[in-house]
């Protein structure tokens, strides 16, 4: 299955639901099913924004299955739509109106059991099983 690294508390954040779209320099035409690996490196500032959230935030771990349905460009439009629907987990892409990028559309979050193992850069294969994640 591919996997996609995402730093922490950003993928913590996908895993739960929270955070929708992630982005990236690149676009890609994949949909299905892709596994989160919560990578080795730590986004400090973006881990005091959410503090108040009181999650746990694994590194090198994979923590989640998500389906990518789509991939948007970052333009004018999708900043205005993703300040609609939360400020607070998408303020650095809504402010940053020199960055065009895109969006990978996550949908259907759900937490596995987490397995420890190096990430990779772009889209990358974990050929292992997973179990979901017993809450």
Known sequence: ????????????????????????????????????????????????????????????????KVVLTDCITIDENARKMLKKKNFLVYSNVIKNTEWNGYGFKLENAQKIDPIYINGKLSFWNYEGEINARKN
């Open 1 to 64: 299955m591919k996997v996609l690294t995402i730093k922490q508390p950003f993928a913590t954040l996908i895993a739960e639901g929270i955070k929708e779209y992630e982005f990236r320099t690149w676009k890609t035409k994949y949909r299905g099913e892709i596994l989160i690996h919560a990578g080795k490196g730590i986004n400090k500032k973006a881990m005091q924004k959410f503090a108040h959230l009181n999650l746990e935030y694994p590194s090198g771990y994979l923590i989640a």
